[in-house]
């Protein structure tokens, strides 16, 4: 159990269908971002909340993307005609305010086919 | 343009020994530097933050040194073990909110 649960685990689609990921903290952050990790790569910054507010946008984030944290706790991120290029791995991350450590959820593991 | 390298995309050692691996970036003044470990289908777990005026951390059998002249940060992980197996990632950060990873180093203790 990492503090964050990410929904689903896995996700296979077909080309230019639209998918959701949703990520919920176990616990209230302010500070919540989406990363995406390809094969043999670091995780890329996407987005960031602060409380219910998308604060940033990385240039990743094409308009195809968009994520939203309605209440200020879960967040989603969907992405519509999905493209071969969107496999991946999509992170959600809080951030510890202690010591700025991020805790990272499992991820979801997506695969457009 | 900025840039993270990470020594090696592999590192194999003995169990017991020390491993080292070696971040260097370029392009960035970062504030602080994290270190995570991360294992195959997982989420990146942190381990360390180092702030730009330490020279030096350590947890545990983990140590890792911040030289922000040479740009560069060693992580050091003492008496090895299996358990240790699993890719590092280094990440610069220049704020709270731009945390930039490399590509990691996948290490393999061997028994």
């Known amino acids: 159990d990492t503090g964050v649960s990410q929904d689903p685990r896995h996700k296979i689609t077909k080309r230019g269908q639209n998918v959701t990921f949703r990520c919920d903290p176990i616990s209230e952050h302010n500070r919540l971002y989406w990363y995406r990790q390809t094969l043999g790569q670091g995780p890329e910054f996407l987005t960031y909340f602060q409380n219910e507010a998308q604060l940033e946008k990385s240039r990743l984030l094409s308009d195809r993307f968009s994520a939203e944290r309605p209440k200020g706790s879960f967040s989603t991120l969907e992405i519509q005609r999905t493209e071969q290029g969107d496999s991946a791995m999509y992170l959600c991350a809080l951030v510890e305010a202690a010591n700025y450590g991020y805790t990272f959820g499992s991820g979801t593991r997506l695969t457009v086919v | 343009s900025q840039k993270i390298e990470q020594n090696s995309e592999a590192l194999n050692i003995q169990e017991g020994k020390t491993a080292t691996l070696t971040c260097n970036y370029t392009?960035?003044?970062?504030?602080?530097l994290q270190w995570y470990r991360q294992d195959p289908g997982r989420g990146p777990v942190f381990l360390l933050l180092?702030?730009?005026?330490?020279k030096e951390k350590r947890k545990e059998r983990l140590k890792v040194t911040f030289d922000t002249t040479l740009k560069q940060s060693l992580f050091h992980i003492t008496a090895s073990q299996p358990a240790d197996s699993a890719t590092y990632l280094c990440a610069p950060q220049t704020g709270a909110n731009n945390l930039f990873f490399g590509t990691g180093t996948r290490l393999t203790v061997i028994p």
């Open positions: 180092i702030r730009e005026n330490e």
């Open positions: 392009n960035y003044s970062p504030a602080y």
